[in-house]
């Protein structure tokens, strides 16, 4: 069954064109990874998705919902973990959770208990009381991820989730996102190969803003002829420039 | 509820802030302090209490524009305000979620001034009610300019506008410290024109009871608090789509 139907997506800024009448459709509990150089539409594209950003042209549906007609509804099932930590720098990491449980409407012992649970499954209890500003990136982005996480999402958006982080850091969250594969739609944008490559069900690879291939890993290597992926990337990239 | 959840969040991180408690409480009350020293060594009728404390219980709401501006300013350029316009809230939430925690905050700034002030030697009158009562629109408009700044400024140029630009403009057109008749003229023209020496006189009138002469400068308070307050609104939307 399909979470996600994008039909003709576009997006344009005056000149530019960020995002050129994108087709795509996610199933439920796939993993979708948005792969491409900078400024392939990669962002413009999930912050259409989540309703940031309105669309020029065309049209996505959420669950069934449009994100041109049925906003609100959209935002009930999804959320996003932006590019950048999105962490309110002066509050403890639980108060950071309770304003996320907050503006979704929970009450307090839902709250509580959404917590809880969040915090055990991302390793987060010890920290749990310390200042949001205080902590290292990697603490920051986890907590960044309960955010998004704790109002239990149906489609989950994650931009660039592992930019900046270590490599104990990122192997962490390699584990916590195939955690939840299968359980939620996951769109993950990545410009690291073996990011996508390791964690993706199928990739779409974009370039200016268009969709080049959409398939899974082995499909895109059979495609380009070749049993590197980060190879088979390249080529289609390139291919595109000719 | 979410109105609520995001004003208590709002409050504590201008709350938590020690800078925001130093500038925010601490300078008016230094002020205060200094000039009534100055005052009881060489008497000078601006800086009798009772005419000092109206001017630096506007003065101190300054500040308040400038931790609402800094906040939002802040929340704009972090992705928090991307992760939050993504939850499912109205731009009501938004708006009032920035701006009701400010108002009760500027309020207890202004019982502390008044409270010090007592301390220093003013005389407690029912007519202090009045003044606190009448701080309310006064902090509306400098709660509105912060909602206005922090929506089209960055957290680095609000420094600049609010920290430097409005706390001078403010102090300097608000006929808190010299009397505006001493340098007439178009500067008078133009102090009058703006809300801050309306603000002050307002509440030196309700300071000493003549609440006749709290008109018209109310008029031009609530004037600007509401002009300001729909441009601040206009402009907070306008930045809410253009994400």
């Given at each position: 069954m399909e979470a996600i139907r994008i039909e003709n997506l576009t997006k344009r800024y005056k000149n530019t064109v960020a995002v050129d009448r994108l087709t795509l459709s996610v199933e439920q509990g796939e993993l979708l990874?948005?792969?491409?150089?900078?400024?392939?539409g990669k962002t413009t594209t999930i912050k259409m998705l989540s309703c940031l950003t309105r669309p020029t042209d065309g049209d996505a549906f959420l669950d069934g919902k449009s994100i041109c007609r049925e906003p609100d509804e959209v935002k009930s099932?999804?959320?996003?973990?932006?590019?950048?930590?999105?962490?309110?720098?002066?509050?403890?990491?639980?108060?950071?959770?309770?304003?996320?449980?907050?503006?979704?409407?929970?009450?307090?012992?839902?709250?509580?208990a959404k917590i809880a649970s969040i915090s055990e499954q991302l390793k987060l209890t010890a920290v749990l009381d310390k200042k949001a500003g205080k902590l290292s990136g990697g603490w920051q982005r986890r907590l960044s991820l309960a955010m998004a996480l704790i109002s239990d999402p149906q489609i989950l958006f994650l931009d660039e989730p592992t930019?900046?982080?270590?490599?104990?850091?990122?192997?962490?969250?390699w584990d916590w996102i195939r955690s939840m594969k299968g359980k939620r739609t996951i769109v993950l944008t990545t410009h690291y190969m073996e990011e996508a490559e390791a964690l993706s069900d199928r990739v779409a690879i974009m370039k200016d803003g268009r969709l080049l291939l959409c398939d899974t890993v082995e499909g895109i290597k059979a495609a380009a002829g070749t049993d590197r992926f980060e190879q088979a990337f390249v080529q289609i990239v390139k291919g595109a420039e000719q | 509820m979410k109105t609520y959840t995001l004003a208590v969040r709002n409050a504590r991180e201008i709350l938590r802030d020690p800078l925001n408690l130093a500038f925010?409480?601490?300078?008016?009350?230094?002020?205060?302090?200094?000039?009534?020293?100055?005052?009881?060594?060489?008497?000078?009728?601006m800086f009798e209490i009772q005419h000092l404390t109206p001017g630096v219980s506007v003065f101190g709401l300054s500040f308040m524009?400038?931790?609402?501006?800094t906040l939002i300013a802040k929340d704009r350029g972090n992705s928090l305000l991307q992760r939050l316009y993504t939850a499912p809230l109205s731009s009501v939430h938004f708006i009032l979620g920035y701006t009701l925690p400010v108002v009760p905050i500027a309020v207890?700034?202004?019982?502390?001034?008044?409270?010090?002030?007592?301390?220093?030697?003013?005389?407690p009158s029912v007519n202090l009610l009045w003044a606190v009562l009448l701080i309310i629109p006064v902090s509306v408009l400098y709660v509105a300019l912060g909602l206005l700044c922090g929506s089209v400024l960055t957290d680095k140029q609000v420094g600049g506008v609010?920290?430097?630009?409005?706390?001078?403009?403010?102090?300097?057109?608000?006929?808190?410290?010299?009397?505006?008749?001493?340098?007439?003229?178009?500067?008078?023209?133009?102090?009058?024109?703006?809300?801050?020496?309306?603000?002050?006189?307002?509440?030196?009138?309700?300071l000493l009871g003549d609440l006749s002469g709290i008109f018209?400068?109310?008029?031009?308070?609530?004037?600007?608090?509401?002009?300001?307050?729909?441009?601040?609104?206009?402009l907070f939307l306008r930045q809410m789509k253009r994400q």
């Open positions: 990874a948005l792969l491409g150089v900078n400024g392939a099932v999804i959320a996003v973990s932006p590019q950048e930590t999105a962490v309110a720098a002066g509050l403890t990491a639980r108060e950071n959770l309770e304003l996320i449980c907050g503006v979704h409407g929970m009450n307090k012992e839902t709250a509580a930019l900046g982080l270590d490599v104990l850091a990122r192997s962490d969250l | 925010g409480l601490g300078f008016p009350l230094v002020l205060l302090f200094l000039l009534s020293v100055i005052q009881a060594n060489i008497p000078v009728s524009t400038l931790f609402s501006a207890l700034q202004c019982v502390i001034c008044y409270g010090v002030a007592l301390a220093l030697g003013l005389e609010c920290g430097a630009l409005l706390t001078n403009v403010s102090a300097w057109l608000s006929g808190i410290w010299f009397d505006l008749d001493l340098v007439g003229g178009v500067f008078k023209r133009v102090a009058y024109a703006l809300p801050f020496v309306h603000a002050v006189e307002m509440e030196r009138a309700a018209p400068h109310l008029w031009w308070v609530l004037g600007y608090a509401v002009a300001v307050l729909a441009a601040a609104v206009l």
